[in-house]
């Protein structure tokens, strides 16, 4: 199922962010976690993904540092910075009362949810 | 280090360094990548303008992308797929990349805020950069429609809107009598009149009464003709401003037989005395009388507006019977509103004191009513502030094409950016936000065209002033820019822009983004309702063309019959000029003869070689300041007028060889002769107009009448002859009555003097100025013109307008023009290859071209349809400016549809015609 603009326009940068804070990333890995771990409901288009890390990175939320990877190739790595984990933080609780709240209205089923 | 410039061939600088191009190139070429992915990025890389370490950067982490595919065991295809448009994902990345230049880091939400404008800003002004053809023809379309505007509208203003320079200017009014059964709107007023009107309205703060009065000042170099006024007591206190220097006049000095007093304008005192403070109490020399100088008018309260002296009115404190009759009328009042009374009420009020007098004395007041004239209208005149509100309307019109032609190569243009719009709308830019640019663009282009409109407009203003008749627009030379000229320059940018962005942006702003992203854009929103907006655009544009056109055709008919009017004489080879005798003192020989100096003069210049004939005369055709003004006449030994039925006729006085001189025909009797001397019975000619009124159906040679005015000698004068009519104020003005009488008969101290001559008259001024002053050196004389300069300068103020709006009106079918050649040229692209289809089908290329012909024509009749309704009920607006036209011409009415009709399809060819010629094969490639 894919989300609608809007919607994933909100959550993409909160389900990025979510996944470097738990370990530092390169594009392609974000990319395929995203896509693995959310059953493709947040599979993001690549013509949007690098655009909002770079977006990301401007507003400093998340930085991006050149290291080697396993494969011995060099990969851009991103991670959370503590702006960004403040940040995420305040998006979490903002998503938990809206979820909270539409399970209240009986509208969606919070144990259907993964993770 | 440092940069020569160009990027040596092996791909290194001349430091031995890397350009970047060549490390990027080296980064593909070592990456794990196919060709194809290669040349993707370079795509992206290209699109996304990025420069320097960031490009690589980016450059660096997509080929690590496409690496860790390939790795996963991915094809190359199916990970170009995941990515899409290349040209798309550079878009993204430069803005999620440039972004971060604009933003200001902790200005908050208005920051924010600033820096999405300045940011869309910034991509407008590039964007305008990118395309110098559009930003060329927008800007300058619409700087002709502003600087039209802001040119005619800084004429309004300096005429019409700028307060005059005195105080309280909008209480001031001019009561005048009317006759609105004989057209008079303005006529002189009477003395009973003034003093009714002072003393019984009750509307009025003041009233004053004055006389223009011009006279001669001597002493100078050259004797010099001065224009004045013979002003009533407390005349200074209408205009409500202390005198500058000294005291107005005192009850004494309006005494009869008192000490001449007179006071000056401040532009006379400081041109002839050099602003002498000390002038106060000295004499000065006028018409050969002293006059002690009083004071000196301040300019803010100088009326009559070219008056440089003014002089008291000498009636004493009774005033004499004659200045009562009510038909001495030959005086102006001027008043001032009491505070909070209405124009419209005090008008009534002086209509029904007037009326009151008629009823008095039907025999010289019937049918006379009067009206309050604002200052304002009387300075400018009621036809001229008219036209000019007109011409504001035509221009206007303009401005609306131009704007309509903006918008719709605006809309074209934003069609063209439907994906740039749909990226915006992809990254989550809300509507607004997605057509902020586009609207952005089109304010600077209304801005852009704004400052050169201003320019234009400058030069504009500069051009009116130089070619506009001074006499008409009195004031043009003197136009500045004030306050409200620039708010009227910045609001109409404004506005403009606004007017030509709002169609194409909410076309845009419905754009089906899903369709631009499935169709891949080529054809998305070419669809119905752009065509239907150009279509609308068009045909506003040719609606109003036709407003203008059909306005500018009855102007110019109406111009072409005044030109070929016969004003009733002969221009060629005359020269005319302005005589003014002197006060002799009756003792000396000249004051003797005082009658007789007209006559030397004619004798002395007959004698210049080359004149043919010489006379002199009162009133001078076509300038006819000067007519004796209406005096009421009746004929002799006929059946006694009834009351209301008496004749009206304007006084001439004229030399023996006036009509030859001039050319005027004589019809039936003779002219006059040196036989009609003083002590013979006394003559007259009459127009045949006034002949036709006064003995219908009669020879009035040898028939006799007098006046019934008590301003002339009541002796009956001897009709001897009957001359065509002549036209006096202006060429419009038809079959006026006139009355001549030989100079000889009639003394008149202020003549003008015409001559004929062999030969261009324009040559022998000075020699006529020398053979005047030969006669009387202390003779002033002015206007030396020739009788062609005469007419011209009469025809000038309708010419003039026939020139603008007839400019005015071909930039409008011009624009319109371009406007329906846009619209089919756009849509034979759109239609390509449909048309190529029909072509390969079997279409002839004549068949081809006539769909699209058809098309303009199809806009051109809808846009004649309505505006051809629209523009005859506008031009009924026109018709009191028409001279012998109507509004409704026939000849005007289908012309201008046709010459519309023909230009659309003229425009429409061009295109048609590269449509007959479509090569189908290459047409169906296009899809």
Same mark, same amino acid.
């Given at each position: ?115 | ?275 002498? +403070? ?20 301040? +300019? ?61 004395? +039907? ?332 003995? +219908? ?231």
């Amino acid at each position: 199922m894919r989300v609608e603009r809007e919607l994933m326009r909100g959550a993409g940068p909160v389900a990025v962010l979510g996944l470097l804070e738990q370990r530092e990333m390169y594009g392609y890995e974000l990319v395929e976690a995203l896509s693995s771990q959310t059953d493709g409901v947040l599979a993001m288009g690549r013509p949007t993904l690098y655009p909002l890390l770079y977006n990301l990175e401007r507003k400093q939320l998340i930085r991006g540092v050149w290291r080697e990877a396993e494969s011995g190739r060099k990969r851009k790595y991103y991670g959370v910075t503590k702006k960004g984990m403040a940040w995420l933080r305040v998006q979490q609780k903002q998503w938990g009362s809206l979820i909270g709240a539409m399970a209240g209205l009986g509208l969606i089923d919070v144990g259907s949810g993964r993770r | 280090m440092h940069w020569t410039g160009r990027r040596p061939q092996n791909g290194r600088r001349e430091d031995g360094l890397e350009t970047p191009a060549i490390r990027e190139e080296r980064l593909l070429a070592e990456s794990r990548i196919p060709d194809e992915v290669r040349g993707y990025l370079r795509a992206v890389m290209d699109s996304s303008k990025l420069h320097g370490a960031a490009r690589f950067d980016v450059l660096k982490e997509l080929v690590a992308h496409f690496e860790d595919g390939l790795a996963a065991r991915r094809t190359a295809e199916d990970l170009l797929n995941d990515f899409g448009d290349g040209e798309l994902v550079g878009i993204l990345i430069r803005r999620s990349r440039r972004e971060a230049r604009w933003t200001p880091r902790r200005l908050g939400r208005l920051g924010n805020r600033t820096a999405d404008i300045s940011q869309d800003l910034g991509q407008a002004i590039r964007g305008l950069r990118r395309n110098p053809g559009y930003t060329a023809v927008a800007v300058l379309t619409l700087a002709l429609g502003i600087g039209a505007n802001t040119a005619v509208f800084s004429v309004v203003n300096g005429l019409l809107l700028r307060p005059l320079p005195y105080p309280a200017a909008h209480e001031l009014v001019l009561p005048v009598l009317t006759k609105p059964a004989e057209g008079v709107r303005q006529g002189p007023v009477g003395y009973a009149d003034y003093l009714r009107w002072r003393e019984e309205t009750g509307v009025f703060q003041n009233v004053g009464l004055y006389v223009d009065w011009n006279l001669n000042i001597t002493g100078g170099e050259r004797p010099e003709r001065l224009k004045g006024a013979i002003v009533s007591h407390r005349y200074l206190e209408v205009m409500g401003v202390p005198p500058l220097l000294g005291r107005t006049f005192v009850p004494e000095e309006h005494e009869r037989g008192a000490g001449r007093a007179a006071m000056l304008s401040k532009g006379f005192w400081e041109r002839r005395f050099g602003g002498d +403070p000390d002038i106060i109490g000295t004499s000065i020399l006028l018409d050969g009388e002293s006059y002690q100088v009083v004071g000196v008018f301040p +300019p803010e309260a100088q009326w009559p507006r070219e008056a440089e002296i003014w002089m008291p009115l000498t009636f004493g404190a009774v005033t004499p019977d004659w200045v009562l009759e009510m038909d001495a009328r030959g005086y102006s009042v001027v008043a001032r509103l009491q505070p909070g009374v209405e124009l419209s009420q005090a008008a009534a009020v002086v209509d029904q004191i007037a009326r009151r007098a008629a009823a008095e004395r +039907p025999d010289t007041r019937a049918g006379f009513g009067a009206t309050v004239i604002p200052l304002r209208t009387y300075v400018v005149g009621e036809n001229t502030r008219r036209a000019l509100w007109l011409l504001m309307g035509c221009v206007g019109f303009v401005l609306l094409i131009a704007c309509a032609n903006v918008a719709n190569l605006t809309l074209e243009r934003s069609l063209g950016r439907q994906k740039e719009i749909s990226i915006r709308a992809a990254m989550g830019a809300g509507r607004s936000r997605s057509v902020r640019p586009l609207a952005l663009e089109c304010l600077l282009v209304a801005m852009l065209g704004g400052a050169v409109g201003m320019a234009v407009s400058v030069w504009g203003t500069a051009a009116l002033a130089a070619v506009a008749p001074a006499a008409t627009l009195p004031g043009i030379h003197e136009l500045g820019v004030d306050l409200r000229l620039l708010v009227f320059g910045l609001g109409i940018s404004l506005a403009t822009g606004l007017g030509f962005t709002l169609a194409p942006a909410s076309l845009v702003a419905k754009l089906d983004l899903r369709q631009y992203l499935t169709e891949g854009g080529a054809r998305a929103g070419h669809g119905p309702a752009g065509r239907r907006a150009r279509s609308t655009m068009s045909v506003i544009q040719l609606a109003l063309s036709v407003v203008l056109v059909l306005g500018a055709g009855l102007t110019a008919k109406s111009t072409m019959g005044l030109v070929q009017t016969d004003p009733g004489f002969r221009e060629e080879g005359v020269l005319t000029m302005k005589v003014f005798l002197p006060h002799y003192p009756p003792d000396s020989p000249e004051g003797r003869m005082e009658g007789q100096v007209y006559r030397a003069f004619t004798e002395r210049l007959k004698d210049l070689p080359g004149a043919v004939s010489a006379a002199a005369v009162s009133a001078l055709p076509l300038s006819a300041d000067g007519l004796f003004d209406y005096l009421p006449f009746q004929a002799v030994g006929g059946v006694e007028p009834m009351i209301g039925e008496t004749h009206f006729a304007n006084w001439n006085i004229v030399g023996v060889e006036f009509f030859e001189t001039m050319g005027i025909s004589l019809s039936r009797g003779r002219a006059f002769s040196r036989d009609d001397v003083p002590t013979g019975p006394k003559v007259a000619v009459l127009s045949e107009s006034f002949a036709r009124e006064l003995f +219908p159906n009669q020879n009035p040679v040898g028939k006799r009448l007098r006046s019934t005015s008590s301003v002339v000698s009541g002796d009956p004068l001897e009709v001897v002859g009957l001359v065509g009519d002549v036209r006096y104020t202006d060429m419009a003005d038809a079959g006026r009555n006139v009355i001549y009488v030989p100079q000889s008969q009639s003394a008149w101290r202020a003549m003008a003097m015409v001559l004929r001559f062999e030969g261009d008259p324009g040559e022998r001024v000075d020699e006529v100025r020398e053979a005047v002053w030969a006669v009387d050196p202390s003779a002033p004389i002015t206007e030396v013109r020739t009788m062609a300069q005469v007419t011209a300068e009469s025809l000038a103020a309708p010419r003039f307008a026939t020139t603008l709006v007839a400019i005015f009106a071909a930039l409008a079918l011009v624009l319109a023009v371009v406007g329906v050649y846009g619209v089919v040229n756009v849509s034979l692209r759109q239609r390509y290859h449909e048309l190529g289809v029909r072509k390969a089908l079997g279409a002839e290329g004549g068949d081809i071209g006539r769909l699209l012909v058809g098309q303009g024509a199809k806009l051109a009749i809808v846009g004649i349809g309505i505006g051809l309704p629209a523009g005859m009920a506008l031009t009924r607006l026109l018709s009191g400016l028409l001279f012998e036209v109507r509004a409704s011409d026939p000849a005007i009415l289908l012309g201008v549809p046709l010459l519309l009709g023909a230009s659309a399809l003229a425009a429409a060819a061009f295109p048609a015609r590269r449509a007959a010629r479509i090569d189908p094969v290459e047409a169906l490639r296009v899809e």
